[in-house]
């Protein structure tokens, strides 16, 4: 059996809220990279990303999920997961099955659909953002373990 495990994040003018579904299981990838039960019927672990109070519904909230603190929060290359989501009625929802772990989570609203964070001249976000946990964020980025769930 599993157990559930939620969060609440506010970030940036943001609320995520996660949910994870633990079981002492650990998955792999099949050769096109998806990941697999590690036990047949056994499932992998829900993750549920429901961000609101962007701005607008204009572009994409843009996400990352980290497995390690490797390249956080802004290497992309380094994610367990990366990528766009919609935006509706100023908000959007994205669930994903991914093995039981520490995972840490960012999420940006990309307006313009750039794929970045846009900044101004002194490297001060012009889009919204947010991160898991409710860290503060003052001139860096919460560190990887202030910003993760299991």
Same mark, same amino acid.
């Given at each position: 059996?599993?157990?559930?495990?939620?969060?609440?994040?506010?970030?940036?003018?943001?609320?995520?809220?996660?949910?994870?579904?633990?079981?002492?299981?650990?998955?792999?990838?099949?050769?096109?990279?998806?990941?697999?039960? !590690?036990? &047949?019927?056994?499932?992998?672990?829900?993750?549920?990303?429901?961000?609101?109070?962007?701005?607008?519904?204009?572009?994409?909230?843009?996400?990352?999920?980290?497995?390690?603190?490797?390249?956080?929060?802004?290497?992309?290359?380094?994610?367990?997961?990366?990528?766009?989501?919609?935006?509706?009625?100023?908000?959007?929802?994205?669930?994903?099955?991914?093995?039981?772990?520490?995972?840490?989570?960012?999420?940006?609203?990309?307006?313009?659909?750039?794929?970045? *964070?846009?900044?101004?001249?002194?490297?001060? &976000?012009?889009?919204?953002?947010?991160? !898991?946990?409710?860290?503060?964020? *003052?001139?860096? !980025?919460?560190?990887?373990?202030? !910003?993760?769930?299991?």
């Amino acid at each position: 059996m599993g157990r559930w495990t939620g969060h609440s994040i506010r970030f940036g003018g943001f609320v995520l809220v996660t949910a994870i579904l633990t079981l002492a299981a650990s998955a792999q990838r099949d050769p096109t990279g998806q990941y697999v039960d !590690a036990v &047949p019927g056994k499932p992998l672990c829900q993750l549920r990303i429901h961000v609101t109070g962007f701005r607008n519904d204009k572009g994409k909230a843009g996400g990352v999920i980290f497995a390690s603190p490797a390249g956080w929060p802004e290497d992309r290359s380094k994610t367990v997961v990366h990528g766009g989501f919609d935006i509706h009625n100023r908000q959007a929802i994205e669930e994903f099955e991914l093995p039981p772990g520490k995972y840490a989570m960012a999420v940006i609203h990309d307006e313009n659909q750039n794929k970045k *964070l846009d900044r101004n001249f002194l490297g001060i &976000p012009k889009e919204g953002f947010g991160f !898991a946990n409710n860290q503060r964020v *003052l001139l860096s !980025a919460p560190s990887f373990q202030a !910003a993760s769930t299991e």
